[in-house]
């Protein structure tokens, strides 16, 4: 799921969107899958508090379901060349609120692994510097929005931020498909899960250092 958002997508002329339907620009089937990982989040909230593996399943395959229509709607917006101005804005809105929840719900509920759950703090810390990131980088692209064209290109998306986005899906995957496991091999993946979601904390601080020596670069031009 990309939470990143890709400034150029927001670079829609005005002629562009004049010249387009007011329905087609709202209603597009990329933003209607976007519209539905929106939806979906209450659901994830819901089925993450049944007890059983049903409700593992459930919401393990509602999270994965909403990380390949974040694939999937932005492949058919250039497919078939469905981009709208609403649409990039929504896309990384629905990314953020969906990431955001699932952090907030795996904090609530300790690591049912003995090792790990005499460590309270352990999914915490990567989640505030997560969240932390996201909401900083979202102020950070409105103002470059503002500032003009080499400011906004400092905050395109780069590879750092795709390896997190991917890392954080994987991470957050692992976690809500074994969050009530808590023997033997399954204990070894709950524990690769929490590692990854380090590593993806590490890759949002890293990549945001790099935006920030872009945007200052830029700013000295």
Known sequence: MGSEINVRDLSISKNDRASMPSHSRLLTLPTILTLGRVASIPLLVATFYMD?????????????????????????????????????????????????????????????????????????????TIIGREITMSALREWAASQGSKVLEAVAVNNLGKWKTATQMTALTVLLATRDCSHGGPAILVGSGVLLLYIAAGLAIWSFVVYMRKIWKALLR
């Open 52 to 128: 059983g593996w049903q409700g593992t399943a459930v919401t393990t395959s509602i999270f994965t379901a909403a990380a390949v229509t974040d694939w999937l709607d932005g492949y058919i917006a250039r497919k078939m060349k469905l981009k709208s101005s609403f649409g990039a804005f929504l896309d990384p809105v629905a990314d953020k609120l969906m990431v955001a929840a699932t952090l907030i719900l795996l904090c609530t509920r300790p690591l049912k692994v003995p090792s790990l759950a005499q460590v309270p703090w352990l999914l915490i810390v990567p989640s505030i």
